[in-house]
């Protein structure tokens, strides 16, 4: 269960139908039939101080015509965003987008109010949980450039993450282990004061887009209100037993189902793939 308001945003990554013109004439017209604010901004780069509910803009890396839609920062219990989302992407979906392996779900989270500590215990607690993490997404996301594993990136380096006890030391430390194009992109933090999780395949689900960021506010309370400096530091293997923990640690009870749903099916594919 949250206990705080914390802005999220999301980046949907699509393709199908069409071409960006087409997108952006069907696009519109959604936004006037609904009286939901939307604009075309081709070469845009997210942005957590955004007052536009929606832009449509063009995405080189996904496969086809390459449309990615960016929403603004939102609160989860925004009844009027929500519904407003949601049919939005209801209608994309019935115009023809679909999503496939060269398409992703990247979700903003507001660290307006992180330390440096908080920052640290969130790279540490994608270290040790990103094998579970992996387990509830598309096993061929794990081999996409543009979201690679943070666990390579630091695992060898946790001795001199504790040393960065000043923001010009993490940003140093950051920067020479980490890039934007990986699983957790902190890059955003030290400018904006968000980051980013580039981690999930694609999704169109309305329903399936919001869990994924209730997920990560519930990770995000998690390493708020983690006061302490981690110390041992092992990695939770890939199992429902260690999904059941990582929920119950982040206290998100109510999504344990849709989670355990997911791993299995991805477990499936994960299995299939190896035998065949």
């Known amino acids: 269960m949250l206990k705080e308001n914390r802005l999220v945003g999301v980046?949907?990554?699509?393709?199908?139908?069409g071409n960006q013109n087409?997108?952006?004439?069907?696009?519109?017209?959604?936004?006037?039939?609904?009286?939901?604010?939307?604009?075309?901004?081709?070469?845009?780069?997210?942005?957590?101080?955004?007052?536009?509910?929606?832009?449509?803009?063009?995405?080189?890396?996904v496969s086809g015509c390459g449309m990615e839609l960016?929403?603004?920062?939102?609160?989860?219990?925004?009844?009027?965003?929500?519904?407003?989302?949601?049919?939005l992407m209801l209608y994309v979906r019935a115009l023809g987008a679909v999503f496939d392996l060269s398409c992703g779900l990247h979700i903003h989270v507001s660290g307006s109010d992180f330390s440096i500590l908080n920052i640290k215990n969130l790279l540490v607690?994608?270290?040790?949980?990103?094998?579970?993490?992996?387990?509830?997404?598309?096993p061929a996301r794990k081999h996409n450039s543009y979201c690679k594993s943070v666990r390579t990136k630091i695992k060898c380096s946790l001795e001199s993450l504790k040393k960065a006890t000043k923001v010009d030391a993490l940003k140093a430390w950051v920067w020479g282990k980490n890039d934007r194009y990986t699983t957790l992109n902190l890059e955003p933090w030290?400018?904006?004061?968000?980051?980013?999780i580039r981690m999930c395949h694609g999704l169109?689900?309305?329903?399936?887009?919001?869990?994924?960021?209730?997920?990560?506010?519930?990770i995000a309370q998690y390493v708020k209100e983690s006061v302490e400096e981690f110390n041992d530091v092992g990695f939770e293997e890939n199992s429902v037993d260690s999904l059941e923990k990582m929920v119950k640690l982040i206290k998100f009870d109510e999504g344990l189902d849709f989670l355990k749903a997911?791993?299995?099916?991805?477990?499936?594919?994960q299995e299939y793939e190896e035998k065949y």
């Open 11 to 17: 980046e949907i990554e699509y393709t199908g139908k």
């Open 22 to 61: 087409y997108w952006e004439t069907k696009i519109r017209k959604i936004g006037e039939k609904f009286k939901i604010n939307i604009e075309t901004d081709y070469g845009r780069q997210h942005s957590m101080s955004d007052k536009v509910d929606f832009h449509l803009t063009y995405d080189g890396s």
């Open 70 to 87: 960016q929403s603004r920062p939102f609160y989860i219990q925004d009844k009027k965003f929500i519904a407003d989302f949601t049919r």
């Open 125 to 138: 607690f994608y270290y040790k949980w990103e094998d579970v993490l992996w387990s509830i997404i598309h």
């Open 190 to 196: 030290f400018s904006h004061k968000h980051y980013e």
């Open 204 to 218: 169109l689900s309305p329903q399936r887009i919001l869990s994924w960021a209730n997920l990560q506010l519930h």
């Open 262 to 269: 997911q791993f299995k099916r991805f477990t499936e594919i």
